[in-house]
């Protein structure tokens, strides 16, 4: 009888115990709230709690130390100690376990908000880093482990408000956290997968096949492309321009067509020489020939590595190609270009624009179609991406032949001064001289130099106009390294008095209006004759 008693007792217990975690209430937090379901089961386990005064916080920012705490210890144990967690810090043993990277050398800035990449890919880690279907490169090259983008979306733990911004560089909230946590666990072999194409808003596609402008047609979802429109859509990309010029590769006009040039350069490089003709090019394009296309332009255009395996796989579907197709249909499927998550394209189907924009997207995440220059101490070419976020188009976005991802909204919309053709109509021009303008941007770093300043100098043809004293490029300078009390007076003339006076500070970044001060009549520009035609922000 008392063993009976004992165990009714204990069931008693347990039950009330797990009622009482169940019930347990949040004055600031009810269970309408959309993480509701998430934080309880945290709580339940006990792997979060509340705060002493009865509120859960739900929509207070996440510092790297409570990250991983909420999250658990790892599995295995840092050997040396962070310069700014000592033995006595409440989350030590947290933090010494997390696996997450140091802020910068030691130092792990526990009281630092931790950003969504970073959860990303410690969520990633702890799954014991996995590969992931197809995901596309617009995703997975968001972040710097593109396997860790690609598994928290595929199986749909982070996508992004719009399926295609994971807002990776942001900050998180309790509740976000919570959500992203549960989610990780819960991934097995059943989890259904995210497919971008059908969870991308329509209006994106669209955004994207509008500021590439890389046809002629106006954007129809259900509208179809020759293949002599898609062979014209590459040379447009591999050129920067709308009239292109073929840079490095060899591309002849052998019949009457408008896009017989472009169509040569196709049957050279993937198409084969039997389509150069009249009646191959008004053909509608299938998927294949996009993939082939764009991958191409991609490849040819890239400054950045794009992973290859020449012994990888490529689509299933295709079970026959030439040695030019397949190495561009292996670099496109290895990269995750494609339609859904199961890596079926149906190679054959005439594409949609819809389609067609789709896939001009994801490539464009693969290396960026726009180029600009980076003047430094280390001058390289950079890559740029189109902006996709329909939050941050600028209004007027049809006055720029593109609106790239790294650029704030505000540098788009500040007016130029003395502008006397749109940024869209002067880029053929700053591109096709893109050398000329670059050799004054470096005398100017040279310049700087000599003062015993070091500065970086971002310049891109997309963002600039003709004035009318010459052109005006709008570019980003980093203050490096700058010598006391210094203003931007002492480093290069400037007609805007705000300008003048503006004080560089190490570290800093700043978007400037930066004037030839003369008409393109030669093939140099003189550094005595550029100057800041205003401060942007």
């Not at 026959?320 to 079926?344: C, H, I």
């Not at 991406?385 to 540098?411: C, D, G, H, R």
């Not at 003062?451 to 971002?458: A, D, L, N, Q, V």
């Amino acid at each position: 009888m008392k063993k009976i008693l004992s165990v009714l007792l204990s069931t008693v217990l347990i039950f009330s115990l797990s009622i009482h975690v169940f019930a347990k209430t949040f004055s600031d937090f009810s269970s309408d709230h959309w993480a509701y379901e998430y934080v309880n089961t945290l709580v339940n386990d006990g792997t979060i709690n509340g705060f002493e005064d009865g509120t859960f916080r739900p929509t207070g920012t996440v510092t790297r130390a409570e990250f991983v705490k909420m999250i658990g210890k790892g599995p295995s144990r840092r050997s040396v100690n962070y310069d700014d967690v000592p033995n006595s810090h409440w989350a030590y043993e947290y933090v010494m376990t997390s696996g997450l990277d140091a802020a910068f050398e030691n130092m792990f800035c526990p009281s630092t908000p931790i950003t969504r990449g970073e959860v990303a890919i410690l969520l990633w880690e702890r799954a014991g880093s996995p590969k992931s279907g197809m995901v596309p490169p617009v995703i997975s090259n968001q972040s710097s482990k593109p396997d860790a983008a690609s598994w928290v979306y595929a199986n749909g733990i982070m996508t992004g408000d719009d399926y295609v911004n994971l807002r990776l560089s942001d900050t998180l909230t309790r509740a976000e956290a919570s959500a992203l946590i549960v989610r990780s666990r819960n991934v097995n072999s059943q989890t259904p997968k995210t497919n971008f194409y059908s969870n991308v808003d329509s209006k994106i596609f669209e955004n994207t096949y509008n500021w590439l402008k890389v046809v002629d047609k106006p954007y129809s979802e259900s509208g179809k492309l020759t293949k002599g429109e898609v062979a014209m859509a590459a040379a447009r990309l591999l050129s920067d321009n709308t009239n292109p010029d073929y840079p490095g590769v060899s591309a002849t006009i052998s019949f009457d067509h408008p896009y017989a040039q472009a169509i040569n350069m196709a049957c050279r490089y993937w198409a084969g020489e039997e389509n150069d003709n009249a009646v191959y090019a008004d053909k509608n394009a299938t998927v294949k020939d996009v993939i082939l296309a764009l991958t191409f332009a991609a490849i040819r255009t890239s400054h950045e590595y794009i992973p290859y395996n020449s012994k990888g796989e490529m689509y299933p579907e295709i079970q026959s190609a030439s040695e030019q197709e397949t190495v561009l249909l292996k670099t496109a499927y290895q990269n995750g270009v494609g339609f859904n998550s199961d890596g079926k394209i149906n190679p054959d189907k005439e594409i949609t624009m819809k389609e067609f924009a789709c896939l001009l997207l994801e490539i464009d995440g693969m290396s960026g179609f726009y180029t600009g220059e980076i003047i430094g101490k280390n001058t390289h070419y950079e890559d740029y991406k189109i902006n996709t976020s329909a939050t941050s188009i600028p209004s007027n976005a049809s006055s720029y032949i593109a609106i790239l991802e790294s650029v704030p909204k505000a540098v788009y919309e500040k007016p130029y001064l003395g502008m006397k053709a749109l940024p869209a109509n002067t880029y053929g021009v700053t591109e096709a001289f893109s050398k000329v303008f670059r050799t004054m941007f470096t005398q100017w770093y040279e310049s700087c130099k000599s003062k015993g300043m070091e500065i970086t100098i971002s310049i891109c043809p997309v963002l600039s106009v003709e004035t009318d004293t010459g052109f005006t490029f709008r570019t980003k300078i980093t203050v490096v390294e700058k010598g006391a009390n210094t203003k931007l007076s002492d480093i290069i003339k400037c007609a805007d008095a705000s300008a003048a006076s503006k004080s560089l500070v190490n570290g800093e970044s700043f978007w400037l209006d930066i004037d030839t001060g003369r008409a393109l009549t030669d093939v140099i520009f003189n550094l005595d004759d550029m100057y800041v035609r205003q401060l942007v922000g």
